[in-house]
């Protein structure tokens, strides 16, 4: 397999997530060919391995990609399975060019430094004058090297490979980290009959009503997005104070930062989808942070030692973007993108990147967004 670098030769868009298949039918519509490339054997494969209890957080209306809504039928909060289902579909409407089983190990200036060579699996090189970097935010799980994991006797395992809680019926189970997921998954585990559920907490995280009297968060976020952060934090901290009980007595007491400021920082709010409820139920029941293991203890930050039978860690991902770009100069200190979208980094002209942030405007809404960008951009 392989192409010239000339302008008819395909835009390769790597990764066939909802940010790669959005770029691609873009650029379709603008008379652009474009090939996604996918190391997995079919379309949205992460969105296929996340847990079953999942609906996006995000409005049906406001999660759409360009070119085709989400059915009404899948309702207000699509579920996993629909969004699966959603992403086939967009891909056949769009008939979509897409390669499976392809995984791009490296992207190299071309010959002259003219355009761009792609390094794949089974010796292919692909060469051509733009690649959109698509491969997203969840890309590599990561675990810290807690000092004594590895002879931990019981079950240690990223949250990444949770589905449901039927394995953990009645079991004591140890949540660690208190995002989104890990929020979800202890929710999930104490209504599904786990024995006992700890919630490991770091950093008390703010918590959001997913809707408020049929007003969803996000569309806040979307409002707030331009606005001062400190104008942000303030308001924020009210609508907290009115909706959000405080649950300092149960051990999760309110954050200490202004939730504006957290998300500059890339702490994203929980949406509340059970875990207030199961904490005042004493369903869940928060934690200190994880400090290390000894056989079959957790340690705590505070220094109480538990003894969980599974221990599940919500730490989140890595992009893992180091290998394929990070001697081009295109990643910040922390491995992620220096820019996205439409734009390129200075002297790389030809990479784009979609999909590396997580604002809380929403992820697809962004990615819709970055899809016609992007479009644009290659179009001229």
Request: no cysteine; hydrophobic share 40%; charged share 25%.
């Amino acid at each position: 397999m392989a192409d010239t670098t000339s302008p008819a030769s395909p835009v390769y868009v790597i990764g066939a997530g909802p940010g790669g298949l959005a770029v691609a039918a873009a650029l379709g519509a603008r008379g652009v060919r474009a090939v996604v490339l996918e190391k997995s054997d079919a379309v949205a494969s992460s969105w296929r391995r996340h847990y079953d209890r999942l609906h996006l957080h995000t409005t049906r209306r406001l999660s759409s990609l360009p070119g085709l809504r989400i059915p009404r039928r899948f309702g207000r909060w699509v579920s996993r399975d629909d969004l699966v289902r959603y992403l086939e579909k967009y891909t056949d409407v769009h008939e979509l060019e897409i390669v499976t089983g392809v995984e791009v190990e490296r992207i190299e200036r071309g010959p002259e430094g003219e355009g761009w060579v792609l390094y794949a699996t089974g010796g292919r090189r692909l060469a051509t004058h733009a690649v959109v970097v698509a491969t997203g935010y969840n890309h590599t799980p990561y675990v810290p090297d807690w000092a004594g994991a590895d002879t931990y006797t019981g079950e240690l395992l990223h949250a990444g490979r949770y589905r449901d809680p039927a394995p953990y019926a009645g079991r004591d189970v140890l949540v660690v980290g208190a995002g989104n997921t890990g929020a979800e998954i202890a929710a999930d585990l104490a209504k599904g009959g786990a024995g006992r559920v700890r919630l490991a907490v770091r950093t008390p995280p703010h918590i959001l009503r997913r809707s408020t009297a049929g007003w969803p968060a996000q569309a806040t976020g979307i409002l707030v997005r331009r606005l001062p952060v400190r104008l942000v934090d303030r308001a924020a901290s009210v609508t907290e104070r009115l909706s959000v009980p405080d649950l300092s007595a149960y051990g999760l007491p309110r954050p200490a930062g202004g939730l504006y400021s957290r998300v500059r920082e890339g702490a994203i709010p929980v949406q509340d989808v059970g875990l207030i409820d199961a904490v005042r139920a004493g369903r869940v029941e928060p934690v200190a942070a994880v400090d290390s293991f000894d056989g079959s203890k957790v340690l705590l930050a505070d220094g109480t030692r538990v003894s969980p039978e599974v221990v599940i860690a919500a730490t989140g991902y890595r992009r893992g973007l180091e290998g394929l770009v990070g001697h081009l100069g295109v990643l910040d200190s922390r491995g992620r993108p220096r820019v996205g979208g439409g734009r390129t980094v200075p002297g790389v002209g030809g990479v784009y990147f979609t999909g590396f942030t997580n604002p809380i405007s929403g992820m697809l809404r962004e990615l819709a967004l970055d899809a016609t960008r992007i479009a644009k951009a290659l179009a001229r």
